[in-house]
């Protein structure tokens, strides 16, 4: 199994897909949530349940706007106030909150990874930022930055470059043709209860943790797709 597709199916068992692609056609989105070991000591045991708690909530989300679309009159579609409109926009908020909150789940599910210097991962950051530091350095400002949402470090495949993002609400401000990498959550229900107001000590924290070992297969992933995309 490639890198591409190794990812491919661990969002869609995080998000309780079914593996069979064939099969998930014919199926609403999501079954059930994945429980991830967040195995990270600068959490809370309270806090970390929290987020469990949210994860499920999202995925519930999207099956019940999943049912609710199979019904929803296309006919009767305008951009004011018609029922589809407002399906399509909570579909769209469900789908990028599930989508993050996963992948931000991954990036603190394993203690053990570490970063090495020849990893395609570090290669391109100190490529695509001028040193490692100065990545750090941004990906920091992007946190201290969102409103309430995540920051993302994605690789465009547009202008072939990792960048970071400030993402607010899960649905604003992401960019086309981006394929997140790195990802971390930045709302106030993420840290608050352990931190208060002090967010970037906990950006810190959470950045000492991130899984480079995850976060390397996401590189080589991202950069394969870009290939076959841009051609």
């Known amino acids: 199994m490639s890198i591409d597709d190794k990812i491919k199916k661990s969002i869609r068992e995080d998000l309780g897909l079914p593996s069979d ?7 609403a989105y999501v079954t059930q949530a994945k429980k991830f070991d967040l195995a990270t000591e600068f959490l809370s045991s309270k806090l970390k349940r929290a987020r469990q708690r949210g994860f499920e909530k999202l995925v519930k989300g999207l099956n019940d706007i999943s ?3 199979d019904t929803a ?8 106030s018609s029922e589809f409109r407002s399906l399509k926009i909570d579909e769209s908020y469900c789908l990028n909150a599930s989508f993050l909150r996963a992948l931000h789940f991954e990036n603190i599910s394993d203690l053990q990874s570490q970063l090495t210097m020849d990893s395609m991962s570090f290669l391109r950051l100190e490529r695509d930022f001028g040193t490692f530091d ?9 946190g201290m930055a ?9 690789y465009n495949t547009f202008l ?7 993402i ?6 992401v960019p086309i043709g981006s394929h997140p990498v790195i990802v971390l959550d930045i709302s106030e229900g993420a840290y608050y209860k352990d931190y208060l107001d002090d967010r970037k000590t906990y950006i810190v924290a959470m950045m000492k943790e991130l899984n480079w070992e995850r976060i390397e297969e996401r590189v080589r992933a991202a950069e394969k797709i870009a290939r076959i995309t841009t051609k």
């Open 21 to 27: 692609e064939k099969t998930a056609l014919a199926e």
């Open 67 to 69: 049912a609710k679309l």
């Open 73 to 80: 009159s296309r006919e009767d579609a305008d951009e004011h």
């Open 134 to 142: 100065d990545w750090q350095k941004d990906f920091i400002a992007c």
């Open 146 to 154: 969102s409103r309430s949402g995540y920051v993302v470090t994605a």
């Open 160 to 166: 072939q470059r990792y960048m970071n993002h400030v």
């Open 168 to 173: 607010d609400e899960e649905s604003k401000h």
